[in-house]
């Protein structure tokens, strides 16, 4: 069995290139994107953990995440969707409507 | 044997049946057909009528010096103290309660009985006019005030029904009222009398103040109540010596009195109104401006004899300016050609008989005169009224003539009142004008010439009307003349009626130099006791019966006079009348003129108010608007400008302060939101990483334990 550290590792690297993808790229559909590599960096780390403590209550977790990802994924892809439709752009640096 | 009955308990109602119609008819009258307004409004004077009668008869009953009927309904004014111009204080009561003695008897009937002929005659001559139901409201709330003011028990609330006159003579008057004369007319009238009104409640006031009690008498009152009436009082200041024959306060209550029987009666100086009041339907003319409202003032003086009496100068007063009326207005009513301005000058003319007759101390006479031309006049203008009906409104009486044959019944009868106030034996002028003569003769020579005159120029113009109405050829235009027709039954009867009481009126007071014994003067006795009883009556030294019968003689021979020449005028026309106005132009003109007085009037009085008026107009927009209302919000404006400015620099100013501090304040806050997505996220990693350092050796324990 790979020790944690691995994981972890992986999981932390996940993060950081989903963080990064977050904050650098201008299309919103790849920040999306993005988001997902987060999540699926928690997921990794849930499942690793679930495993070395022999408690399945992070797997379960991980499976709501999923879940919880997709969800999250409709919402946004519809807001982009509408987003478009008025503004016909899916820039983020153009999506500045949060300040008046 | 006092005088008791039913009738005399329920006196009230006598008053009542004419302002419950008035009240229905003010009130719902539009939607009362026209059969119900004047069954409902002849109905309740006839039962006036018939009210009046039997109290009457009840008061008949009793012996002489009983006939006093007097019942309070209840005290109107409640007792107050009243300081008296002696300066002790006595309580002061005004009650609404009612008095019926021979004096009120006689004003009862006439105003009853001769208000219902013409209220009957009203049905028809008002028929075809709008406003049926508000015509007949006006008369009954008249009969109403009328009769209040006779039977009232005291000045307050004769006064009451005075002023109730006096506003329905101003409604009728104005009856036609989009017509501009006759809302004029009606103005006049109503503004002439509050003149006179104003001198009757000075000298009502002067009464309460001398006299302490303003209630006629306490006759008829039981004396357990301690009642006192002006006539008590009197006696008692005489006995006492406080008041005496001519004292001061009672020459001053008697001349202010007659200031209101003047503007009532349309005397010298206050008449004016009374031609201009011509303006209204004829029948108001008969009732209220020739038979019963204009001789209130009569009737007033009469009723405080006990006061005039006292006041000799008061009385001579009286008497000059009646005779002076009597003349002036029969002088106008010589050259006037409506038929209407004729009748209402001979009116004025027969109203100062009335006073010529009180003035000199004849009270009885003026009564009776009262009665008799409320029968002769009221027939006139009926007739008169009957006249202008058959001209299809015409009322110019050169423009009629011949109409004896195509309006019999209203030509005999209109003839009957002629003979009557000429003052031809037998009919009913004839014995009251003598007697008015025939006293003034006693008295004062100069005033009876000036009645005596009077009497030729009465006989002269009432047959130069009839002459030129009834007599010759007539001068009416075709379209006229062919609707000539007589009038309705409901119109002719009260004629006929009233030319009966023409003729037979003035017999009830046959002298007893033709053999009667005058039962009118002895009826009334009673009221005229006075206060003293050697004043009694200002004593007239008694003429001989040679000096009657020639004073008769001289007063049928003018009349017969006056006739003789109208019918040479207007008859034969062997003197013409043209020629005559052109002998003496400047006489005929101030005649035809009426002597200029209404122009008068206006160049010293009403234009001299007009101008007032328009001074205080110049005076209320400078001074009162100018200064007052624009100064007010000249200041309103400074004031609220100077509030403005604290509330823009005070009270905003702070709280623009507060507001620019928290700009200020979240100024840097303000940085951060920049509205950029990626920035936000790359604030939320920033925090998440500070916190990540911060609680970064919790992580340490947790990942410790994990190994």
Redesign the interface.
């Given at each position: 069995m790979l020790p944690i550290g691995h994981y972890l590792f992986l999981s932390f690297a996940l993060f950081v290139i989903g963080v990064i993808g977050v904050i650098t790229r201008r299309n919103v559909i790849v920040v999306l994107m993005s988001v997902e590599l987060i999540l699926n960096a928690v997921n990794i780390n849930l499942v690793a953990f679930s495993r070395l403590y022999g408690d399945v209550a992070g797997q379960v977790f991980a499976l709501f995440i999923i879940a919880d990802a997709a969800a999250e994924a409709a919402v946004g892809l519809g807001i982009i969707i509408a987003f478009f439709r008025n503004r016909e752009t899916v820039l983020a640096d153009e999506m500045d409507l949060l300040k008046w | 044997m006092t005088a008791t009955g039913t009738f005399l308990s329920f006196l009230w109602l006598i008053p009542l049946f004419p302002l419950a119609t008035a009240a229905l008819m003010l009130f719902v009258g539009r939607r009362i057909p026209k059969a119900g307004v004047s069954l409902l409004c002849v109905g309740s004077v006839a039962l006036s009528f018939v009210c009046g009668v039997g109290a009457v008869f009840q008061l008949l009953a009793a012996d002489p010096e009983y006939r006093v009927s007097q019942q309070i309904l209840f005290e109107w004014l409640t007792p107050g103290p009243m300081q008296m111009s002696a300066g002790h204080t006595v309580p002061f009561v005004a009650d609404w309660g009612f008095l019926l003695d021979p004096l009120s008897c006689v004003m009862v009937l006439v105003v009853t009985g001769v208000g219902l002929l013409i209220h009957i005659y009203s049905v028809g001559y008002m028929t075809h006019e709008g406003g049926y139901y508000r015509f007949f409201g006006y008369m009954n709330l008249f009969m109403f005030a009328m009769l209040t003011l006779v039977l009232a028990n005291n000045m307050l609330l004769m006064f009451v029904g005075w002023e109730g006159v006096g506003l329905c003579s101003y409604l009728l008057i104005g009856f036609y009222f989009l017509k501009k004369s006759a809302a004029d007319a009606g103005k006049k009238a109503f503004i002439v009398n509050r003149i006179g009104d104003a001198g009757f409640i000075l000298g009502i006031l002067l009464v309460a103040g001398t006299l302490g009690t303003i209630r006629f008498t306490a006759q008829g009152l039981p004396d357990s109540g301690g009642y006192s009436g002006i006539l008590e009082a009197l006696r008692t200041a005489v006995s006492s010596g406080t008041l005496g024959y001519g004292a001061p306060a009672l020459t001053a209550i008697a001349l202010l009195l007659f200031v209101g029987a003047a503007g009532k009666s349309a005397q010298i100086p206050l008449y004016v109104w009374l031609p201009d009041a011509m303006e209204g339907p004829t029948p108001v003319s008969a009732l209220i401006h020739a038979a019963t409202m204009v001789t209130a003032g009569v009737y007033m003086v009469v009723r405080m004899n006990a006061v005039y009496q006292l006041a000799p100068f008061a009385m001579d007063v009286v008497a000059v300016v009646g005779a002076v009326t009597a003349i002036f207005a029969a002088s106008i009513a010589l050259v006037q050609n409506d038929i209407k301005k004729v009748l209402a000058y001979s009116t004025i003319s027969q109203l100062g008989y009335m006073f010529l007759a009180l003035g000199v101390g004849a009270f009885t006479a003026g009564i009776f005169h009262l009665m008799t031309h409320a029968f002769f006049k009221a027939l006139l203008f009926l007739g008169a009224g009957s006249v202008i009906h058959a001209m299809s409104g015409e009322q110019d009486i050169r423009k009629m003539g011949g109409l004896w044959n195509k309006i019999p019944v209203t030509a005999k009868t209109f003839l009957i009142a002629t003979l009557a106030i000429a003052g031809i034996f037998p009919f009913a002028g004839f014995f009251s004008k003598d007697e008015i003569l025939g006293s003034s003769f006693d008295r004062y020579r100069s005033l009876w010439l000036v009645g005596f005159v009077t009497a030729g120029m009465t006989a002269f113009y009432m047959f130069r009307l009839l002459f030129l109405t009834f007599f010759g050829y007539s001068r009416a235009d075709e379209h006229v003349e062919k609707h000539i027709h007589e009038s309705p039954p409901s119109m002719t009867v009260p004629l006929v009626i009233l030319a009966g009481l023409s003729v037979i009126g003035g017999w009830i007071g046959w002298p007893g130099s033709l053999g009667g014994e005058n039962r009118f003067e002895r009826f009334l006795e009673p009221v005229l006791t006075g206060a003293v009883s050697e004043t009694g009556t200002v004593k007239i030294a008694h003429h001989g019966l040679a000096t009657e019968y020639f004073l008769m003689l001289l007063s049928l021979s003018i009349a017969g006079a006056g006739i003789w020449l109208a019918y040479q005028f207007y008859q034969t026309k062997r003197i013409a009348p043209e020629v005559a106005a052109a002998k003496w132009p400047r006489l005929y003109d101030v005649l035809v003129h009426k002597y200029y007085v209404d122009e008068i009037y206006d160049a010293v009085f009403v234009n001299r108010v007009k101008d007032l008026g328009t001074w205080l107009g110049v005076f209320d927009a400078k001074v009162i608007d100018g200064l007052g209302v624009d100064g007010t919000g000249w200041l309103a404006r400074s004031g609220s400008k100077l509030s403005m400015w604290w509330d823009k620099w005070v009270i905003d100013g702070l709280l623009n302060l507060g507001a620019k501090m928290m700009q200020l304040l979240s100024y840097p806050v303000r940085l951060l939101?920049?509205?950029?997505?990626?920035s936000?996220?790359?604030l939320i990693?920033i925090g998440l990483v500070v916190l990540l350092a911060y609680y970064g050796h919790h992580m340490h324990v947790l990942l410790r334990g994990?190994?």
């Open positions: - | 939101q920049t509205g950029v997505l990626s936000y996220a790359m990693l994990a190994r």
